[in-house]
């Protein structure tokens, strides 16, 4: 897909590496090691880190949570990316995101 990934062990790290780092695109999980990935995401955002865009990755992200958190959700990230997924899968919902 020609994109330069990179990769942090829990959310805090990743906080860390969007202080310090501009990035396109951001997958996170909405489970993760010290924080939630929508906690991740709203920390996130107050950093100057440009136009970046957002994904949730989950496996549950419409069954585990209420129809309102699910509305908070849609509003905070660019899209959602269901596991299992694909490359192609991938590529189409940071593609469909511009």
């Given at each position: 897909?020609?994109?330069?990934?990179d990769e942090a062990d829990d959310g805090l790290t990743g906080l860390d590496k969007v202080a310090e780092n501009k990035y396109d695109y951001i997958c996170t999980d909405?489970?993760?090691l010290k924080m939630q990935g929508d906690q991740f995401i709203t920390?996130?955002?107050?950093?100057p880190n440009g136009n970046t865009k957002y994904f949730i990755i989950?496996?549950?992200?419409?069954?585990?949570y209420s129809?309102?958190?699910?509305?908070d959700l849609s509003q905070l990230a660019s899209g959602y990316?269901?596991?299992p997924f694909t490359e192609k899968s991938l590529y189409k919902a940071l593609s469909e995101s511009e």
């Open positions: 897909m020609g994109l330069e990934v909405m489970k993760m920390e996130a955002k107050k950093l989950t496996g549950g992200v419409t069954t585990n129809d309102i958190k699910n509305i990316i269901q596991k």
